[in-house]
């Protein structure tokens, strides 16, 4: 099997700095932990509030601290410096290599999007409460099995409310997910993740009304088989 990951984000039109932070680590027994925040607001004060939470999730992780764990720590952190004043949406997907599962951690109210071969596409919608502001907010923990076909999708809430100030309503992450996959038969982690930012953006008629972050796991046959670890970036200057 390969695992294939793809990330999408663009930032709110006219704002020098966009307010999503999403940081990726190796995990201390193997495997890979992506955090994905989204801070309160947008441009600068929201991204050092979505770094701020980021790096304290991230040097947890580092350190072989449980997903759990680290997201409630970085809320303690959050809550405790600004006041319980200022709040931040967290998410964190891991490649767990010892228990060869994939973890997902959300204090997002937005769900993240999952398909397999045998369930098909569901919601992991649990509510769930953002970082920072409520004294005993816990993170939803769920856990699901490294097996190929299965596809992750996870999103802040840029996505899902493109076309909501141009008059063509909100954009549906969950029906075009299920359009890509199981009607035109996309499955590439890179393909999933810009189609999916770009409709949104096109909503929003190319001027996005918030900061939109996309992350894509995708579960596809080993193609190679020389071990190699391989990931390509691209930052527009």
Do not use: W
Request: aromatic share 4%.
């Amino acid at each position: 099997m390969e695992v294939q990951f793809a990330v999408a984000k663009i930032g709110k039109y006219a704002t020098s700095e966009s307010g999503d932070t999403l940081e990726m680590i190796e995990r201390p027994h193997g495997g890979l932990s992506f955090v994905l925040v989204d801070g309160q607001r947008s441009g600068k004060s929201a991204k050092a509030i979505s770094n701020l939470v980021a790096r304290k999730a991230i040097q947890l992780l580092s350190e072989g601290v449980r997903d759990g764990a680290a997201a409630r720590a970085a809320h303690d952190y959050l809550y405790t410096y600004r006041g319980g004043k200022v709040s931040a949406t967290l998410n964190m997907l891991s490649v767990d290599m010892e228990t060869k599962t994939f973890v997902i951690s959300r204090n997002n109210d937005s769900p993240v999007i999952v398909y397999t071969a045998a369930n098909g596409l569901y919601l992991l919608d649990e509510p769930s409460r953002a970082v920072g502001v409520h004294r005993n907010t816990k993170p939803v923990i769920t856990e699901i099995p490294i097996l190929p076909g299965t596809i992750l999708v996870v999103f802040t809430d840029g996505l899902r409310h493109a076309g909501s100030l141009s008059g063509r309503g909100n954009y549906d992450p969950v029906a075009a997910t299920h359009r890509m996959i199981c009607n035109e038969g996309i499955t590439a982690a890179r393909d999933l993740a810009d189609t999916l930012l770009a409709e949104a953006n096109e909503m929003d008629n190319g001027r996005p009304r918030d900061d939109i972050s996309v992350l894509v796991v995708s579960v596809q046959p080993g193609k190679q088989k020389d071990d190699v670890r391989r990931m390509d970036v691209s930052l527009p200057i």
